[in-house]
């Protein structure tokens, strides 16, 4: 199990998680765990704040398409620092956040803020138990797959397998990545819901952001029963 563990650094074993602001601050407040990975709390600040922007342009895109309790269960596919959860705290959700298992080990940062995750590889099956989700959030992971030699087909299947009926797909990631996506959406009884090419900031870059529906599949019979 030691290969499993992520063990407290220096610093945390000292202060013994005295350094944690207390909920709902250590949301926002810049965790000790930062320096284990050499960032700074300017990076850490900076990093909150983009996600804030992100998010409340991803609901501006959702909004004709959701009810306050549309959404419940959320998945956050490449969580990075846990910001896009943490712009989420007034909102009545609740985020796993995926941590990639060939990047930075961000969870401790993640636990730090007061929020749950996991690691995964997304080149594989995700175990689901107990829950599927309402929404899941893919930034850039299309990409990051793509360089391992990964098949997105695959992972378009798992994502359907992982979403529920009426559930939606944001994926944020570079234009080849998006018309790629596209060409699967009616074969996977999607709709492409709207996109987003607009850039708030330089981190932006080239991303361009796609809002997917997974609509119900219907039998003819059932579709003849609703007319």
């Known amino acids: 199990m030691e290969a499993c563990i992520t ?6 074993q000292r202060v013994k998680g005295s350094g944690l ?34 998010v409340e ?11 306050s309790d549309t959404l419940r269960n959320l998945m956050d596919m490449k969580a990075n620092l846990g910001s896009f959860a943490a712009a989420l705290k007034d909102k009545d959700v609740w985020v796993m956040n995926v941590v990639p298992e060939d990047g930075p080990n961000t969870l401790k940062v ?15 099956a995700y175990s689901t138990y107990p829950r599927t989700y309402d929404l899941l959030h893919a930034w850039t992971v299309f990409s990051d797959i ?3 030699g990964c098949s997105a087909e695959d992972l378009l299947i798992e994502m359907d ?38 850039s708030e ?3 932006d870059g080239d991303d361009i952001v796609i809002v997917i529906q997974k609509k119900l599949w219907l039998t003819s019979e059932s579709i003849r029963d609703t007319e």
């Open 7 to 12: 063990p407290y650094s220096d610093h945390d």
């Open 21 to 54: 602001a207390p909920w709902p601050a250590r949301l926002t407040t810049p965790p000790p765990s930062l320096a284990d990975f050499g960032y700074s709390s300017e990076m850490f600040a900076k990093d909150t704040e983009l996600w804030r922007h992100r």
């Open 57 to 67: 342009n991803y609901w501006n895109l959702l909004s004709p398409k959701i009810q």
């Open 110 to 124: 993640i636990y730090d803020r007061g929020l749950i995750g996991t690691v995964h590889n997304w080149c594989e």
């Open 146 to 148: 793509e360089k391992k």
């Open 161 to 198: 397998r992982m979403l529920r009926p009426s559930g939606f797909i944001i994926i944020r990631d570079k234009q080849s990545v998006v018309d790629h996506v596209k060409k699967y959406v009616v074969a996977l009884h999607w709709e492409a819901v709207t996109t987003d090419s607009s």
């Open 201 to 203: 900031s330089d981190e």
